[in-house]
């Protein structure tokens, strides 16, 4: 079955430097991939998608992701860290044959300090 | 308000009470998904309803789970003989059709509700 697995349930940056959050993916077809965040008391929202256009992929709030087929990998970057930022992202993906529902990893929680 | 709204938003009961859980979805999104994300863990698909079609019930974990919904509009999860197991964040979720996920990925995501059993 298809899955993702976020490598790192916390990370933790400083104001300004760089966000790396990382998901990898397990599929034998290519994938349509998500990334959601949940900020503090508020529901998921979609932060970016890959459905085979580009392979880098910009999103919301400054994030991109880069499909890299090689490494089953669609990590996620920012530049620059805000404190507002904090808050946990998951990964997902479409499962092939189950495009009714999104498979999500275990997230990821970013803690930004000043 | 415009957004995917469930209640209660927090539910403690005790081992062995029935829950029901209530989601109104987005006006206009016919499909709606329950999910349940446990402490620490991803969000874990229960069960998905696409308009009249029949739902999709193959993430229900027992068969003391059950969720309806009524036409395109508020739908019920209601967990049985409520375990201590069953203690998470139940989030609804709702978009316009089931090929929106292929086109755009976008769930649109109540705050949850939150179960204790204690």
């Known amino acids: 079955a298809q899955s993702v697995t976020q490598l790192g349930s916390h990370v933790s940056v400083s104001e300004g430097a760089l966000v790396l959050l990382r998901c990898n993916y397990s599929?034998?077809?290519?994938?349509?991939l998500f990334w959601y965040v949940q900020y503090p008391n508020q529901g998921l929202q979609l932060l970016l998608k890959?459905?085979?256009?580009?392979?880098l992929v910009k999103g919301i709030n400054g994030f991109e992701a880069e499909f890299k087929k090689s490494e089953t990998s669609f990590h996620l970057t920012k530049p620059s860290a805000h404190m507002s930022d904090a808050a946990e992202y998951f990964c997902a993906v479409i499962p092939s044959g189950g495009y009714n529902k999104l498979i999500f990893g275990a997230g990821t929680r970013l803690a930004v300090h000043p | 308000g415009a957004g995917v709204s469930q209640s209660p938003s927090n539910k403690v009961t005790e081992k062995g009470k029935d829950v029901e859980l209530r989601c109104d979805p987005i006006?206009?999104?016919?499909?709606l998904y329950w999910y349940r994300q446990r402490l620490g863990q991803g969000l874990e698909f229960l069960i998905y309803f696409q308009g009249n079609s029949a739902p999709d019930k193959s993430g229900l974990p027992s068969d003391r789970f059950s969720a309806e919904r009524t036409g395109e509009s508020v739908s019920t999860l209601t967990i049985q003989r409520t375990q201590q197991e069953d203690s998470a964040v139940y989030l609804c979720?709702?978009?316009?059709?089931?090929?929106?996920?292929?086109?755009?990925?976008?769930?649109?995501f109540g705050e949850g509700s939150r179960l204790t059993v204690l």
């Open positions: 599929s034998s077809v290519p994938p349509y």
């Open positions: 890959y459905t085979s256009a580009a392979t």
């Open positions: 979720a709702s978009s316009l059709e089931r090929v929106a996920i292929l086109n755009t990925g976008e769930l649109f």
């Open positions: 006006s206009g999104h016919t499909a």
